[in-house]
Every structure is written in C-alpha cells, then in structure tokens.
T-cell receptor
Framework: DGGITQSPKYLFRKEGQNVTLSCEQN?????MYWYRQDPGQGLRLIYY???????QKGDIAEGYSVSREKKESFPLTVTSAQKNPTAFYLC??????????????FGPGTRLTVL | AQSVSQHNHHVILSEAASLELGCNYSYGGTVNLFWYVQYPGQHLQLLLK??????LVKGIKGFEAEFIKSKFSFNLRKPSVQWSDTAEYFCAASYSGAGSYQLTFGKGTKLSVIP
C-alpha cells in the first residue's frame, strides 16, 4: 500500500527540547516537503528537498532543520530555537518539482504540543 | 511574494445548496492550480488540479473549478452539497518563480453542511 507515513501522531515536548518528526514515503518520489498548519493560517512551507542530500529553506525555516540521506525519508527536527512550535506538521511528496508532476501527496500529520 | 487568497473563512450551507468557494492568486505568469480538501481526521487530499487546456476542471466527488486567467481566479463549485462535504478546503498555486514550482496555499475555507 503506497503512501506517506508520519510518526508519531501526537507528540509532547517540554520547552527547550529538540524533537524529531519522522516522514517516510514509498511512492518513489524525488521531492519531499514539510509544512506547518495553524488554524486560520493555511499551510506554510518549512523546508523542501528535490533530491537526496539536497534541501532548501521554505518560507518559515527558522528554528527547524532537516536531512535527506535517503530518498524515502525526510525527518524534521524542531529545535529549541523555534519560538512557537505547537502546531500540526504535515509532510508531503511529489514525483518531482517543476512545471509538471508536482502534484503533492500528504501524510496524516503530527500534532506537536509544547508544554 | 506570490500569494493565494481565499475569500471566505467559514461557510455554512444546508444540504442540497450550491457551493462556490473563491480563490485568487497573484502571479501573472504560468501557474498550476489545485484544490485540496481536509475531511475531519483525514489526510489532506487532492480534489482537482489545473495545469493547462480546458479551463473548466472536473474533480472527485462532483466538484469542479473554473480557471479565469483575466480574473486570476480558480473558484471551486459544487451544484448540491452533502453533509459529507463538511471539511476544510484549501486552494493552492505553484509558480515558475525561482524554478522551483513550490506550492503556495491559501488560508483555507471551512465548510459546514447542515443536514
């Protein structure tokens, strides 16, 4: 069954701690993305990666970091530098980025709460 | 920066009413347009997309959207809504800026359908 998995579904963390959110896809897609969703704000792009070992900052990258060591995996670390980390985080992938084939498929999301 | 605007934050309709959700984008060049839907507790999923060709696009579950280039609009329509259409709807656009074609999302419109 092809798709995108994110874990965990719910995550709680204390202030000052880093936390890593997992995203795995078995769609053989080249491009992967991380978004943050807040009520009334839509989805905002944090980071994206067009190919293994390469990634680019999105609109709100401050306080986040990523890696892309394998094609199927794109973990997101929310660092203690992120001032307002409580949010719903969505991972997505697309065949590639570009004029065509950039339809994105989304995972189920991780809800992060900072206590 | 490019932007996508959705006119309504929350729309409430009775079953069988007609639906039109507004979406405007700001980029004047080549653009791909999407409508995504997020049902309660479910993944964000694609309703329909426009890349080129016929400006009237038909999607899943009886939804359609019309691309009007002169108005920079891509409104979503459905002639008769059902209770099961209750969800949040997101318009998104991808542009050729910086060669990346990353998606820019609107802030979403929450649709509540009353039985």
């Amino acid at each position: 069954d092809g798709g995108i998995t994110q874990s965990p579904k719910y995550l709680f963390r204390k202030e000052g701690q880093n936390v890593t959110l997992s995203c795995e896809q078995n769609l053989n897609h080249d491009a992967m993305y991380w978004y943050r969703q807040d009520p009334g704000q839509g989805l905002r792009l944090i980071y994206y990666s067009q190919i293994v070992n390469d990634f680019q900052k999105g609109d709100i990258a401050e306080g986040y970091s990523v890696s892309r060591e394998k094609k199927e995996s794109f973990p997101l670390t929310v660092t203690s530098a992120q001032k307002n980390p409580t949010a719903f985080y969505l991972c997505a992938s697309s065949m590639r980025m570009g004029r065509l084939h950039n339809e994105q498929f989304f995972g189920p999301g991780t809800r992060l709460t900072v206590l | 920066a490019q932007s996508v605007s959705q006119h309504n934050h929350h729309v409430i309709l009775s079953e069988a009413a007609s639906l039109e959700l507004g979406c405007n984008y700001s980029y004047g060049g080549t653009v791909n347009l999407f409508w995504y839907v997020q049902y309660p507790g479910q993944h964000l999923q694609l309703l329909l997309k426009y890349f080129s060709g016929d400006p009237l696009v038909k999607g899943i579950k009886g939804f359609e959207a019309e691309f009007i280039k002169s108005k920079f609009s891509f409104n979503l329509r459905k002639p008769s809504v059902q209770w099961s259409d209750t969800a949040e709807y997101f318009c998104a656009a991808s542009y050729s800026g910086a060669g990346s074609y990353q998606l820019t999302f609107g802030k979403g419109t929450k649709l509540s359908v009353i039985p």
